[in-house]
């Protein structure tokens, strides 16, 4: 019987335990919170600038943006495949002219040209294939 109440001794001082908080952790935590409130608002209490949230989407516009990049995908599969990489290198890997002209071994002024060309082209694609043109099978 002498263990049965040490073993629920021991559990009411856990549970009292689970129930106190350490005077030092609160501190830390509330000292975060003010730090983070600093970064994230003015003195004030709005919002900073840079730190404001942003809108969240229409799910009609998140599907518009779906759509798009799908129909941009496409477009650009059917670019030539020696336009379409100059244009990756460039827009996607943001690689500045003089470095895909070394890696592909051309000119600037040609390197220009074919972004110039990739543009025009997937400007023309976008705009003849807009996004409802879709056939019933949901085709673009």
């Not at 129930?19 to 003015?42: G, I, P, Q």
């Not at 020696?82 to 600037?108: K, Q």
Request: charged residues 30%; negative net charge.
């Amino acid at each position: 019987m002498g263990f049965r109440v040490l073993r629920h001794k021991l559990v009411d001082t856990l549970r009292a335990r689970q129930r106190t908080v350490n005077l030092s952790a609160l501190e830390s935590e509330l000292e975060d919170e003010a730090l983070l409130d600093r970064e994230l608002f003015k003195d004030n209490g709005h919002w900073s600038q840079q730190t404001k949230p942003r809108p969240w989407p229409t799910p009609e516009t998140a599907l518009r943006q779906q759509q798009f990049w799908i129909l941009f995908e496409m477009c650009l599969e059917h670019l030539p495949e020696h336009i379409g990489r100059v244009f990756m290198m460039r827009e996607f890997l943001d690689l500045d002219t003089d470095a895909i002209c070394s890696e592909l071994r051309m000119t600037a002024n040609h390197c220009s040209v074919l972004i110039y060309r990739a543009r025009l082209r997937l400007r023309t694609c976008l705009s003849e294939k807009d996004l409802s043109s879709e056939d019933a099978n949901g085709e673009v």
